[in-house]
Nanobody
């Protein structure tokens, strides 16, 4: 399974971006999708996760209210809507997929190539 992520870019603080991620195929191995991010010099951190089935979500506490993770089963695509972006949101964002919803990177089976999000002040 390959994950194709898109939507990164350069925005100013306060603006919005929407990331998208599409798996090459849906299997039981990628029933849950997630996003992680890694800023320069920092550890990779959990952003959000979602279930294809019931759409239930999990968010990093610090991002609740600004980020929204959704899925479109018809388009086989998940979306991360990021609002009120801050310079500290600057990072490479990675789409992941696996058999459960977890905040642990290593427990996801598939990883995308990463998409750069840069927020200028």
């Amino acid at each position: 399974v390959q994950l194709q992520a898109s939507g990164g870019g350069l925005v100013q603080a306060g603006e919005s971006l929407r990331l998208a991620c599409t798996p090459s195929r849906r299997t039981v191995d990628n029933h849950f999708m997630g996003w992680f991010r890694q800023a320069p010099g920092k550890e990779r951190e959990f952003v959000a996760a979602i279930s294809w089935g019931d759409g239930s979500t999990d968010y990093a506490d610090s991002l609740k209210g600004r980020f929204t993770f959704s899925r479109d089963n018809a388009k086989n695509t998940v979306y991360l809507q990021m609002n009120s972006l801050k310079p500290e949101d600057t990072a490479v964002y990675y789409c992941v997929a696996g058999v459960l919803s977890t905040r642990s990177w290593s427990r996801y089976r598939y990883w995308g190539q990463g998409t750069q999000v840069t927020v200028s002040s």
